[in-house]
């Protein structure tokens, strides 16, 4: 059986989709004749936990770990909740204090490419003697963080193996990116640390053709396409809500706003009286000052119903119940090739999904190839409209449902023999 060693930051009881993608690929793995070795921190920073997911790590799975120092702690002396807020990705850029810049300044320019680069040195020092005892040839590092994927090349240098880099977000060109305060020398140095990492893998994973498109215009090296997906059974005859619920799953970040949707709800609550009394928004996660504040504005607050983080099997049965289950990412050339990882499960849950994003959204693109909802950009309002009342009509009738089409090339089994073919 051959052994690969995995190197990754996410991993339970972190909770959210960063860790589910390689936990998966690790549950099914042996399944192919492939046995995972797993490396991990030992003490992390996980902005989010979900203790149930430490459930689905196969009991005979070889697990190593060292300790990782992460400046979070002591930045959190100072602003906790900011703190959690960067390190979760949400970075709001209106009315920040001079702390917040501060922060975001030193973030962006003093740990290169992230925060938890003082991991890299003592973890290749720690794996090359595992590389030694396990007899491993093949080590895989997924980010972000990409400080992980330097952990890859360090280990390339010093030892005869191959390293494939896989990549759940773009690096340079992701949205937050520009957020960060960069001085040019830092973009410079995140761009050579970028083309190292592309250049020197033996082959890259992606988890969208966009980003493949984007990373073949930087390495000659071969790059796959490997998407997140879905990891459980459809149940019949799930119990739906009586109300006509628009639920979204997951965080939305600071941009995930899409305005043309609050106003046609805010309009149609207006406009119709049965609609309104119907009507229900539910949010699971973290929700950014920037939605609630346009939310108040086009007075759907009455309708909002805030669930916080919930675990991973809490949020699969809610995506089965809700109506209507809603997919936004931001509006901007760079996210164009962004796909969510609640999208395959959003697809799995057999329920219309409301996709709105930037024009020519990879994302909202699968959507209407799978037949499993409708996509719009964040200019259209009719459209969206007539689909929004449609839908609430067959909601009233009883018949809200999707067909849909080829989405079980999705399942995360599907998609770990698409994983071994390529080990």
Same mark, same amino acid.
């Given at each position: ?25 690790? !549950? ?35 697990? +190593? ?17 900011? #703190?959690?807020?960067? *390190? ?5 850029? !209106? ?5 917040? !810049? ?26 090359? &003697? ?27 240098? @010093? ?8 990549? %759940?977000?773009?690096?340079? *060109? ?38 493949? =498109? ?9 790059? &796959?396409?490997? &998407? ?5 059974? +459809? ?15 997951? *965080? ?25 009394? @119907?009507? =229900? ?25 805030? %669930? ?14 809700? =109506? ?10 760079? #996210? ?5 990882? !609640?999208?395959?499960?959003?697809? /799995? ?20 190839? #799978?037949?499993?909802? =409708? /996509?719009?950009? +964040?200019?259209? #309002? ?18 809200? *449902? ?9 399942? %995360? ?11």
């Amino acid at each position: 059986m051959k052994k690969v060693l995995i190197i990754t930051y996410y991993w339970p009881p972190a909770g959210g989709p960063g860790v589910q993608r390689w936990l998966k690929f690790v !549950k099914y793995l042996g399944e192919y004749d492939i046995e995972p070795v797993v490396y991990v921190p030992e003490n992390a920073h996980y902005p989010i936990q979900d203790a149930t997911l430490s459930e689905e790590i196969p009991k005979n799975l070889k697990l +190593y770990s060292r300790p990782i120092f992460e400046p979070y702690g002591l930045a959190g002396l100072f602003s906790k909740n900011k #703190t959690k807020q960067i *390190s979760s990705g949400i970075i709001e850029t !209106k009315n920040q204090s001079v702390l917040e !810049k501060a922060m975001l300044w030193i973030r962006g320019n003093f740990f290169i490419p992230d925060a938890r680069k003082y991991w890299v040195k003592p973890s290749v020092t720690f794996l090359s &003697t595992i590389l030694k005892e396990e007899g491993i040839t093949t080590v895989i590092t997924t980010g972000p963080p990409h400080s992980v994927h330097l952990i890859g090349a360090r280990l390339k240098t @010093d030892h005869e193996l191959c390293w494939i880099a896989d990549f %759940r977000d773009p690096w340079t *060109s992701i949205g937050y990116h520009k957020k960060l305060r960069l001085s040019k020398r830092s973009q410079k140095k995140h761009k050579r640390l970028e083309h190292e990492v592309l250049n020197r893998a033996d082959r890259l994973i992606v988890t969208s053709q966009t980003t493949k =498109q984007e990373f073949q215009g930087l390495t000659k090296k071969p790059i &796959t396409v490997i &998407t997140n997906g879905y990891d459980f059974e +459809y149940q019949k005859g799930t119990r739906l809500d009586s109300g006509f619920t628009i639920a979204h799953i997951g *965080s939305l970040l600071n941009g995930r706003n899409p305005g043309n949707l609050w106003k046609v709800l805010s309009q149609l609550a207006t406009e119709n009286e049965v609609f309104r009394s @119907d009507l =229900q928004l539910e949010f699971i996660g973290v929700v950014s000052e920037d939605v609630m504040n346009t939310l108040s504005r086009y007075e759907l607050a009455p309708y909002v119903k805030m %669930r916080g983080y919930v675990s991973h099997s809490e949020a699969i049965r809610r995506q089965q119940s809700a =109506q209507v289950l809603l997919l936004v990412e931001i509006d901007s050339e760079e #996210t164009k090739g962004i796909v969510p990882g !609640k999208l395959f499960e959003y697809m /799995a849950a057999k329920r219309p999904i409301l996709a709105v994003g930037p024009t020519d959204w990879e994302a909202g693109a699968m959507v209407m190839q #799978t037949r499993t909802g =409708q /996509a719009f950009d +964040y200019r259209d #309002t009719t459209a969206l409209k007539e689909t929004v009342l449609s839908w609430y009509k067959a909601f009233k009738s009883g018949a809200l *449902s999707v067909t849909s089409e080829n989405t079980e090339n999705y399942s %995360r089994k599907s998609l770990t023999g698409k994983l071994a073919e390529l080990l």
